[in-house]
């Protein structure tokens, strides 16, 4: 499984960004996918995440102002995850990476991307 994000950049408070994931290889033991970040000096937090039936899970931080969402996942194909980002604040610099997993209540067969760099200035 390999996974390549993007989308991040420099924006102003109260702007958007989206941020993708491409996931490709095989990926039918995949069922959960999320969006981490990790600030300076920080721990790397949940953002987002997804699982295969629709459900969604946010930090409590960013409820309301993100969204994150899928195509629908296709074996040995290249899915996406996105993530949706409004009315951004200062304190939501981080870079931000994606991770698929076989399922949300472990780490088995956990795969992370690279990490986007999110800078957001006031």
């Known amino acids: 499984v390999q996974l390549q994000a993007s989308g991040g950049g420099l924006v102003q408070a109260g702007g958007s960004l989206r941020l993708s994931c491409v996931i490709s290889?095989?990926?039918?033991?995949?069922?959960?996918m999320g969006w981490y970040r990790q600030a300076p000096g920080k721990e790397r937090e949940l953002v987002a995440r997804?699982?295969?039936?629709?459900?969604?899970?946010?930090?409590?931080s960013v409820k309301g102002r993100f969204t994150i969402s899928r195509d629908n996942f296709r074996n040995f194909a290249r899915n996406t995850v996105y993530l949706q980002m409004n009315n951004l604040k200062t304190e939501d610099t981080a870079v931000y990476f994606c991770?698929?997993?076989?399922?949300?209540?472990?780490?088995?067969?956990?795969?992370w991307g690279q990490g986007t760099q999110v800078t957001v200035s006031s």
């Open positions: 991770n698929v997993r076989r399922s949300c209540l472990s780490r088995l067969g956990e795969y």
């Open positions: 290889g095989t990926i039918y033991s995949i069922h959960c």
């Open positions: 997804i699982i295969d039936n629709g459900t969604t899970d946010y930090a409590d």
